[in-house]
């Protein structure tokens, strides 16, 4: 019976049906299910699934960020019963994640993010034009292990040495792993402004933060 | 070196696109999007003309509906000629339906070197050759700023970079890097010195700019703000939607042109609201996603059909229109560079598109090739050969000539050849050697291209800015520098 749930589940993520996984979710709760189990047993076997078929070239963008909304669903869902019993979530890491002040582009940022999520990585997305204050606020209040700036514009990209200068200032750079990206960020430009990583795509995106954060 | 400018113009081609039908759906589509979804507007100079004017606003989300009757009363007010001026009035552009006119492409963020051949970021001095060689170009009409002076201060960047290009060529400039309100002040105040005072650059706008949208269905403050005070001066403006497919827009074709254009449409009905006739025009670079890592493509299928609708909407309400064609995603100028380049600007042209954007970019606009820019210059000159079609008439038809030659024999010594050799194509970079030739050296176009840029940029002299008008223009520059620090 259970096993037939966790199936549904993976499914539910593998069809990009948040709605669904919310149902599951929920029926979850009232059958008394480990919240935990629900989401390591259930939605995250399809999350893997989904994430498998994308590096093999077989499942595309819009299906990725589909089964990452669906789990998103499904952990808001089980969230208050995680509360309840004291449990939490394994992630790999804290993840503040913004386009700079200035700029507006959106959409490589927010690919950055749903790999970043897909792969376990717990992830505070601010948006685009974030200010460094924004930003730096953020990643104290929540404890992040990795601060994520995009910039697109070479005259914006000059926020991200800003936001490190910043961290520098205020002796909290050692607190948190920088990561940066771009269409106009080149290794030379990372190395300027010493962040941690880079990365000129969303996949390498991941395997940096995971590098960054067992270099804790 | 020629003053001429190489212009498409009275094509003898044609292509449809999209029916009537098809259009007045489409424009259907996009009222009603802008009415009943609306479109984001955060500037508050912007919000204010909408208030003015009725429309309906969310000030929290800075979103904007407005009605339809609205919306097609103030596109009215759009003048559907004007013309494009340039530093020398031989080289003034007039958007009059009748001319398709290629720049070149603009705000890259890397060069290769013409020198060296390593890829580096770009600099002032990069603009500077860009522009010295564009001006020796008759296949460039006019000048994107094609790439970012970053050693420049960034809230300055843009002012340098026009003063650039005025300073090395006497054609038209077009700037997508003057996008807050202070930078435009400037950029307005130095075009009124190079034409002459404010009065003069309304009637001869040396300058125009272009701004993006922010797809889907919004606006960047500081554009919005930047447009309202050129649209003020006289200086024509454009707003450029670069809804893709799959990410900014909806998947199908259909609905990311609508997507695209209630973007364009609602920013260009609020500059005339403010500022009734303004020059303006339509300006869009759809493209689709990629599938598999969400790039922006800069090619494909989807993006040649783009090119040749987007004209038709831009007749339909009367405005010139700027298409994004070349542009290729391609790393170096090879094969995706030539089919994605040839495709997109012959698609763009059969449909007569004002001004094609633009020459010299590699990796979807972000890598400056001076080869590319010449290998483009020659797609350009190919269409243009093409979009004159076959001419048929008792000359053309050359009867005396075949009669003398009969059957057998060929056409060299024929006095008709002679007259009309000149009217084939005669190609600068297509490899017709014999094959030891080319086994022999292993060179091609790229390796002739880039010589070729090498030796304009080495040999050819602009006419020059006056130097008291350019000492003024950095006065401008180094007063706005001042006051920013
Ligand atoms: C689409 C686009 C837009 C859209 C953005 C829509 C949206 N909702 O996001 C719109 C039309 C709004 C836009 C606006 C402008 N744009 Co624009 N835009 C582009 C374009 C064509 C593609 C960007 C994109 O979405 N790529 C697809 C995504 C998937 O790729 P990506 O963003 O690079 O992200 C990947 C990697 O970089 C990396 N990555 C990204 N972020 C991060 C972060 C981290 C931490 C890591 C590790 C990795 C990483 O992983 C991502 C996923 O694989 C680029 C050119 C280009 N090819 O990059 C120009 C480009 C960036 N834009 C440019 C310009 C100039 C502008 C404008 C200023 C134009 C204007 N005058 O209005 C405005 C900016 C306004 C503002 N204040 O921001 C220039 C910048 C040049 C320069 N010298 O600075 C470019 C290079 C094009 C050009 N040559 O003109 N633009």
């Not at chain 1, 995250?44 to 909304?69: I, K, R, S, Y």
């Amino acid at each position: 019976m259970t096993d037939e749930l966790f199936k549904q589940m993976a499914q539910s993520i593998i069809d990009g049906d948040a709605d669904a996984a919310t149902q599951l979710a929920e029926q979850a709760i009232q059958g008394g299910l480990d919240p935990l189990e629900a989401i390591t047993k259930g939605f995250v076997v399809g999350v893997n699934f989904v994430g498998q078929q994308f590096a093999e070239g077989e499942a595309f963008l819009p299906e990725l960020v589909m089964a990452g909304e669906a789990m998103k669903a499904a952990v808001k869902t089980l969230e208050p019963e995680m509360m309840k019993r004291g449990a939490e979530r394994e992630v790999l890491g804290k993840v503040v994640l913004a386009t700079v002040e200035g700029d507006i582009h959106e959409i490589g940022k927010s690919l950055v993010g749903t790999m970043l999520t897909a792969a376990g990585f717990e992830v505070f997305d601010l948006g685009v034009d974030a200010s460094p204050h924004k930003i730096i606020a953020k990643a104290i209040e929540v404890n992040a292990d990795i601060i994520a700036m995009s910039a697109l514009l070479t005259t914006t990209m000059v926020k991200q040495r800003e936001v490190i200068d910043d961290l520098e200032k205020e002796g909290l750079r050692s607190r948190f792993k920088v990561m940066v990206g771009g269409a106009p960020i080149t290794r030379d430009w990372v190395s300027r402004i010493s962040a941690d990583g880079y990365s000129e795509d969303a996949i390498g995106a991941v395997n940096i933060a995971k590098q960054l954060v067992a270099a804790g | 070196m020629s003053k001429n400018i190489k212009s498409i113009t009275n094509p003898k081609l044609q292509l449809k696109v999209l029916t009537p039908e098809d259009v007045r759906k489409i424009h259907d589509a996009t009222l009603q999007i802008i009415e009943k979804v609306g479109v984001r507007f955060p500037s508050q100079r912007a919000l204010e003309v909408w208030a003015e004017n009725g429309a309906e606003i969310d000030r929290d989300r800075m979103i904007v509906r407005a009605r339809p009757e609205l919306i097609e009363q103030a596109l009215d007010s759009c003048p559907p000629f004007y013309t494009l001026a340039a530093r020398n009035p031989q080289q003034d552009l007039p958007l009059d339906g009748n001319h398709v006119y290629a720049g070149t492409d603009g705000c890259g963020v890397e060069v290769i070197d013409i020198h060296t051949g390593v890829k580096r970021t770009s600099e002032l001095q990069d603009v500077r050759d860009i522009a010295r060689i564009a001006d020796a170009t008759e296949e460039v009409a006019f000048h994107w700023v094609p790439v970012s002076a970053q050693d420049k201060p960034h809230q300055t960047r843009g002012l340098h970079e026009i003063r650039a290009i005025w300073g090395n060529s006497t054609k038209h400039v077009q700037t997508e890097s003057v996008y807050s309100e202070h930078e435009a002040r400037a950029a307005i105040e130095m075009a009124s010195l190079i034409a002459g005072g404010k009065d003069q650059l309304r009637k001869r706008p040396v300058l125009s700019l272009m701004q993006c949208t922010a797809s889907p269905l919004g606006h960047d403050g500081g554009s919005l703000d930047a447009a309202l005070l050129a649209a003020e001066a006289g200086i024509p403006t454009g707003f450029m939607t670069m809804a893709a497919c799959l990410t900014t827009g909806p998947a199908t074709m259909a609905g990311n042109l609508a997507v695209g254009n209630a973007e364009v449409i609602a920013a260009t009905a609020m500059l005339q609201l403010a500022h009734p006739g303004a020059p303006v025009f339509y300006a869009a670079a759809q493209t689709a996603s990629d599938l598999r890592n969400g790039a922006y493509t800069g090619g494909g299928p989807e993006d040649f059909l783009f090119g040749a609708a987007t004209n038709v909407l831009a007749d339909y309400y009367n405005i010139p229109l700027s298409m994004g064609s070349f542009a290729t995603g391609a790393k170096e100028p090879n094969w995706q560079a030539g089919l994605e380049n040839s495709l997109s600007t012959f698609m763009a042209s059969l449909v007569m598109s004002d001004m094609l954007l633009g020459l010299g970019f590699l990796h979807g606009s972000r890598i400056w090739s001076f080869a590319e820019m010449m290998l483009d210059a020659e797609i350009f000159s190919i269409v243009h050969k093409m979009m004159q079609g076959i001419p048929v008439n008792a000359e053309t038809l050359a009867l005396e000539a075949i009669a003398a030659v009969g059957p057998g024999g060929n056409f060299l010594s024929q006095k008709h050849t002679r007259a009309h050799m000149r009217d084939l194509f005669l190609p600068q970079f297509m490899d017709r050697r014999p094959y030891t030739e080319w086994e022999s050296k292993k060179d091609d176009a790229r390796d002739w291209a880039l010589t070729k840029a090498r030796k304009l940029l080495a040999e050819h002299q602009p006419d020059p800015l006056d130097a008291a008008l350019d000492a003024e223009l950095e006065r401008i520059i180094a007063a706005e520098e001042k006051a920013l620090v």
